[in-house]
């Protein structure tokens, strides 16, 4: 986007030479330029027009677009061809003619159009090729031009009619179209002025050869037609200037202005003044009615400009040319922009000095000529010369009187003229900055290379107040820029200070400038820079400088939340600060080089105002003053700005907000706010764009959105483009609001509400299936559950089957015979006592395999014992030809194990291994270790070995050697494995394997613990 200065040339200023008064020119103009940089498809712009919503369509040599003042969007997006000219329809559409296709009417959003004619560059007639300077008119009619007619579109009925203006030729098309506040229909050609009886559905010249007045028949070729405040016709020229007809009296009057005029419009600016633009090949004119004088606008020259069409809503005024769309902003119109007379800027002139004096008076210090004195009311300047070509440094009140500080010396105001004063001062050039009177009757003047010197007011006489060598030291390494009186009269001194801060102070009761480092914090200072100090309200000093501004209270204590420092959001355009104020309301005023700040202590916020504002530039280093009224001047270049504080800050309602644009996975969508959107579960990736359609600046509008009633506020800053990505399936509402750069919120805003559909694995079709799986799933699982735990039972049930056959074995009617029979040997060979010790251990036994049978699982310790007594009585049966051993792990004596386990195993090696060695003394070995997480038993005899007790019993016919207790054990032993999960097995192997004697039964069982 490009700013060009526009400024008026000197046919357009009155001047008034009355006793040396002049009056000032009118104000500069201000445009921006917006090109292909900026997004527009062509710099040739045909033709604009305005919506019912506020968008602004433009119609290029590349198509068609609509822009909302941030983006330049084509529609629709696959239309090519170059757009000639557009109208808008009362019901919200558009007619748009593509010189390529014809005639079309789109819709609301551009998103489809409908063909209403078509060209045909086949056939002989050219006069159905072309609907130039589409129009519409109050009562539903579409009028184009061709050759050599006019056409006419009933838009309800879509009827098509035409007219033949006579005398035209098939070589020109320029025939616009008018409707005046009267709703008559004008037309012009290059045969004069026309209108349209609607009762008899014709045409008739009214300026023309075919005019029915003798009196307007003239040879007149129109271009151009506008109509003013008394319902006079204005009508503009190729080549023959400007006309203004009266309808009722038929009259004609000829205004002379040069260049070809394509269009015309009235303008009224911020001010309330009414002035004619006038569109023309080289560029803009502006002319005023009542003066009945133009001026040519500058930065538009050689610029050919199609149509100019204000816009009444936002105060602007926009230019469709052929070297891209500019826009005018009149401005705030709190900001008034005052410029000085000509004759005092045929040399480039600055206000660097203001000094307000009266209510309506003010001083104004120039870079050269001298002193102006600007009445408001009458808006007269009067000019007061120095005796030398000075520039004016700063202007101050001294008794009374105006005194300059210029860069040659000082000067007071004598009646009509400056003469100079003349000081016995220390200064080696006459520069100075700034001259004080302060309360004292002493007259303080700063120079800005060699530092202060002060005088007595009434003699002149130089006046020392503090120790001159110290003082010369920080005059000779420093530099001084102003000084100022605070309300208890102490004076603050603005210096650069490169080796500490440039914040100084008088201190009156020890006669010494002390800096005020010396009791702040350094790092609240916001530099060692500083050029300005002024007086704020409540006794606070302000003092600007390069990096922000610092405040400080009476006694020079800085504040830093009334300071303004780098980081704030929205920062300083520049933080090289020149003029600073307080205004009545506490807001602190900043002179930059990019603007005009203010800064809102309350809220820490700062407002830039600049040229699209209203400033005549935005260079606000130069001259700066407010007065108690709140009203801000700021010097500029050839003239300066007077600001309305408290009108600025009036507040204004904030614009409402609208949803520009809506793209579903990168697809533009219609935006309908009424019903909520449904999408799919794959159109999860939206983005949005959001305008107010004020087309102002930018940096100025804010955006927030919240996401459903349950998020909080999300800031967008000056973004106006939302993405939401990867949206889940699910119902939302999106809220966005637009506020401004002093905090305001639109508490209206917008509500988007849409539903993303969820996708088929979320659908209830699927759930239940899922659901129904999972029962079923449930339901296997419980059956297994069930299956197992029947096994179990069934295991457990065996389990006891298997004890009690294991009772009935180990207690088997052989052993207790054979024991009955040894205490019946006993007692028939007299050895009673020996009978009676036997029978208490088969007593014993026998209680312990009945007490143990009840248990499913008994410690070991327990186990050996009754072990213990069943070897012990077999020992006694056998004459105690063998002998046995236990070599158990004492850890593992209370670990469980199966009672009468180990039981059928020993019975097998004393019966079928012991009982037949002859060979020396049997020997029986049991022992239990734990192995890793396994309980390891081991029964291990030396007698004849499972070979030959096979033979013995073969030979005897006896039944295998293996007894009922063994199967009954092997069956115990699988159970174990199915009830715990872990190994339980025996095997069985020959201790000596060479000569197969001796029984080795390894046995692994579970690891249970108590």
């Given at each position: 986007?490009?700013?060009?200065?526009?400024?008026?040339?000197?046919?357009?200023?009155?001047?008034?030479?009355?006793?040396?008064?002049?009056?000032?020119?009118?104000?500069?103009?201000?445009?921006?330029?917006?090109?292909?940089?900026?997004?527009?498809?062509?710099?040739?712009?045909?033709?604009?027009?305005?919506?019912?919503?506020?968008?602004?369509?433009?119609?290029?040599?590349?198509?068609?677009?609509?822009?909302?003042?941030?983006?330049?969007?084509?529609?629709?997006?696959?239309?090519?061809?170059?757009?000639?000219?557009?109208?808008?329809?009362?019901?919200?559409?558009?007619?748009?003619?593509?010189?390529?296709?014809?005639?079309?009417?789109?819709?609301?959003?551009?998103?489809?159009?409908?063909?209403?004619?078509?060209?045909?560059?086949?056939?002989?007639?050219?006069?159905?090729?072309?609907?130039?300077?589409?129009?519409?008119?109050?009562?539903?009619?579409?009028?184009?031009?061709?050759?050599?007619?006019?056409?006419?579109?009933?838009?309800?009925?879509?009827?098509?009619?035409?007219?033949?203006?006579?005398?035209?030729?098939?070589?020109?098309?320029?025939?616009?179209?008018?409707?005046?506040?009267?709703?008559?229909?004008?037309?012009?050609?290059?045969?004069?002025?026309?209108?349209?009886?609607?009762?008899?559905?014709?045409?008739?010249?009214?300026?023309?050869?075919?005019?029915?007045?003798?009196?307007?028949?003239?040879?007149?070729?129109?271009?151009?037609?506008?109509?003013?405040?008394?319902?006079?016709?204005?009508?503009?020229?190729?080549n023959d200037g400007l006309f203004q007809y009266r309808p009722d009296q038929e009259t004609l009057q000829h205004y002379p202005i040069s260049g070809m005029i394509r269009s015309l419009a009235f303008v009224v600016d911020s001010s309330g003044t009414t002035t004619l633009w006038l569109g023309c090949d080289d560029g803009l004119k502006i002319f005023q009615p009542t003066l009945a004088t133009s001026i040519t606008?500058?930065?538009?020259?050689?610029?050919?400009i199609q149509q100019i069409s204000p816009d009444t809503v936002n105060g602007i005024v926009w230019l469709a040319t052929n070297d891209g769309l500019w826009q005018y902003r009149s401005g705030i119109s709190a900001i008034q922009t005052v410029l000085l007379p000509e004759s005092i800027t045929q040399k480039a002139v600055i206000v660097t000095a203001i000094l307000p004096d009266s209510a309506d008076t003010y001083w104004l210090g120039l870079s050269h000529s001298g002193v102006l004195r600007w009445n408001r009311a009458t808006n007269a300047f009067q000019l007061f010369r120095?005796?030398?070509?000075?520039?004016?440094?700063?202007?101050?009140?001294?008794?009374?009187?105006?005194?300059?500080?210029?860069?040659?010396?000082?000067?007071?105001?004598?009646?009509?003229?400056?003469?100079?004063?003349?000081?016995?001062?220390?200064?080696?050039?006459?520069?100075?900055?700034?001259?004080?009177?302060?309360?004292?009757?002493?007259?303080?003047?700063?120079?800005?290379?060699?530092?202060?010197?002060?005088?007595?007011?009434?003699?002149?006489?130089?006046?020392?107040?503090?120790?001159?060598q110290k003082a010369r030291e920080l005059w000779a390494s420093n530099r001084y820029h102003d000084l100022a009186e605070s309300p208890d009269g102490r004076i603050w001194i603005a210096a650069w200070y490169p080796k500490s801060f440039g914040?100084?102070?008088?201190?009156?009761?020890?006669?010494?400038?002390?800096?005020?480092?010396?009791?702040?914090?350094?790092?609240?200072?916001?530099?060692?820079?500083?050029?300005?100090?002024?007086?704020?309200?409540?006794?606070?000093?302000?003092?600007?400088?390069?990096?922000?501004?610092n405040t400080t209270d009476a006694t020079g204590k800085i504040d830093s939340l009334r300071s303004v420092y780098s980081g704030l959001t929205p920062e300083l355009a520049d933080d090289q600060c020149f003029g600073i104020a307080e205004d009545n309301s506490h807001r602190l005023w900043i002179g930059t080089g990019e603007g005009l700040h203010t800064f809102n202590p309350a809220t820490r916020l700062i407002r830039r105002f600049t040229e699209v504002d209203g400033l005549l530039s935005d260079d606000a280093t130069n001259g700066f003053a407010i007065t108690p009224n709140d009203l801000l001047l700021v010097g500029q270049q050839n003239g300066f700005n007077l600001i309305d504080i408290n009108r600025l800050h009036q507040p204004t309602p904030l614009p409402p907000l609208m949803v520009a644009s809506m793209q579903v996975n990168g697809q533009y969508k219609p935006v309908v706010?009424?019903?909520?959107?449904?999408?799919?579960?794959?159109?999860?990736?939206?983005?949005?764009?959001?305008?107010?359609?004020?087309?102002?600046?930018?940096?100025?509008?804010?955006?927030?959105?919240?996401?459903?009633?349950?998020?909080?506020?999300?800031?967008?800053?000056?973004?106006n483009e939302l993405n939401l990505t990867n949206l889940k399936s699910g119902d939302y509402t999106l809220?966005?609001?637009?506020?401004?750069?002093?905090?305001?919120?639109?508490?209206?805003?917008?509500?988007?509400?849409?539903?993303?559909?969820?996708?088929?694995?979320?659908?209830?079709l699927f759930r239940?299936?899922?659901?129904?799986?999972?029962?079923?799933?449930?339901?296997?699982?419980?059956?297994?559950?069930?299956?197992?735990?029947?096994?179990?039972?069934?295991?457990?049930?065996?389990?006891?089957?298997?004890?009690?056959?294991?009772?009935?074995?180990?207690?088997?009617?052989?052993?207790?015979?054979?024991?009955?029979?040894?205490?019946?040997?006993?007692?028939?060979?007299?050895?009673?006592?020996?009978?009676?010790?036997?029978?208490?251990?088969?007593s014993r036994l026998v209680r312990q395999v009945l007490e143990n049978s009840r248990e499913t699982l008994i410690p070991i310790k327990q186990e050996l014992e009754t072990l213990t007594l069943y070897i012990e009585l077999e020992e006694e049966r056998a004459d105690h030809r063998f002998s046995h051993t236990f070599a158990i792990d004492p850890t593992v004596e209370t670990c469980l194990m199966p009672p009468l386990l180990l039981q059928p195993f020993v019975e097998n090696a004393i019966l079928h291994g012991l009982r037949h060695k002859t060979d020396g003394p049997g020997v029986l070995i049991v022992s239990i270790q734990q192995v890793d997480n396994q309980l390891r038993c081991r029964v291990e005899d030396n007698g004849i070995g499972r070979t030959k007790a096979a033979a013995i019993h073969a030979h005897t016919g006896a039944r295998s050697h293996r007894s009922l207790g063994s199967k009954v054990t092997t069956e115990r032993v699988d159970s174990l494995q199915a009830l715990y999960g872990t190994e339980a097995s025996y095997s069985i192997m020959d201790q000596n394997p060479v000569t197969r004697t001796g029984t080795i039964v390894d046995i692994k069982l579970p690891l249970i613990r108590q």
């Open positions: 986007m490009k700013t060009s200065p526009a400024k008026g040339f000197c046919s357009f200023i009155l001047l008034l030479f009355l006793n040396g008064v002049v009056l000032g020119q009118s104000p500069n103009l201000t445009f921006q330029k917006l090109s292909t940089k900026d997004g527009l498809l062509s710099n040739f712009v045909s033709a604009i027009t305005t919506d019912a919503k506020g968008y602004l369509w433009v119609a290029t040599r590349r198509g068609l677009c609509r822009y909302d003042g941030y983006t330049f969007r084509k529609i629709p997006e696959n239309q090519v061809g170059a757009v000639n000219s557009l109208s808008h329809l009362p019901n919200g559409s558009l007619a748009v003619y593509w010189n390529n296709a014809g005639l079309f009417i789109a819709d609301q959003d551009g998103q489809s159009i409908t063909p209403v004619d078509s060209v045909d560059f086949t056939d002989p007639d050219p006069v159905n090729d072309h609907f130039n300077n589409l129009f519409t008119d109050s009562q539903g009619n579409l009028w184009s031009s061709s050759y050599g007619l006019v056409r006419r579109y009933e838009i309800a009925t879509k009827k098509h009619n035409q007219y033949t203006i006579k005398g035209t030729d098939q070589t020109g098309e320029g025939k616009h179209f008018f409707e005046d506040h009267q709703r008559r229909l004008w037309i012009l050609s290059e045969r004069g002025l026309y209108t349209f009886d609607r009762k008899k559905n014709s045409i008739y010249c009214v300026l023309g050869q075919e005019a029915a007045n003798p009196a307007n028949r003239k040879t007149l070729q129109l271009s151009a037609i506008a109509e003013g405040n008394t319902g006079n016709l204005w009508l503009g020229t190729p606008v500058e930065g538009l020259q050689g610029v050919s120095y005796p030398v070509d000075v520039i004016t440094n700063t202007l101050s009140w001294v008794n009374g009187t105006l005194w300059a500080a210029t860069d040659q010396g000082i000067f007071q105001l004598n009646k009509a003229d400056f003469k100079a004063v003349k000081l016995p001062s220390r200064f080696s050039s006459p520069s100075i900055q700034k001259v004080l009177a302060d309360r004292h009757q002493r007259l303080w003047v700063l120079h800005k290379n060699e530092g202060i010197q002060v005088f007595d007011l009434n003699t002149l006489r130089s006046i020392t107040l503090w120790n001159e914040m100084i102070g008088y201190n009156e009761r020890e006669r010494r400038l002390q800096e005020l480092a010396d009791f702040n914090i350094h790092k609240q200072f916001i530099g060692d820079y500083f050029t300005r100090v002024s007086v704020g309200k409540k006794g606070r000093m302000l003092f600007a400088g390069g990096g922000g501004v706010l009424t019903t909520p959107l449904l999408l799919a579960n794959s159109e999860n990736d939206l983005r949005f764009t959001f305008t107010t359609l004020s087309f102002g600046p930018v940096s100025t509008i804010r955006f927030r959105y919240r996401l459903t009633d349950r998020s909080g506020w999300i800031n967008l800053g000056v973004t809220v966005v609001q637009n506020g401004d750069d002093t905090g305001r919120w639109n508490q209206n805003g917008i509500t988007i509400q849409f539903e993303i559909a969820p996708a088929w694995y979320e659908s209830g239940g299936l899922v659901l129904l799986g999972l029962l079923g799933l449930l339901y296997g699982f419980y059956r297994m559950r069930i299956g197992q735990e029947r096994r179990r039972s069934e295991l457990t049930r065996q389990r006891a089957e298997a004890e009690t056959r294991a009772l009935r074995a180990q207690m088997n009617p052989h052993f207790i015979f054979n024991c009955m029979n040894t205490i019946d040997a006993y007692i028939l060979t007299n050895r009673p006592d020996a009978a009676s010790i036997f029978l208490q251990k088969f």
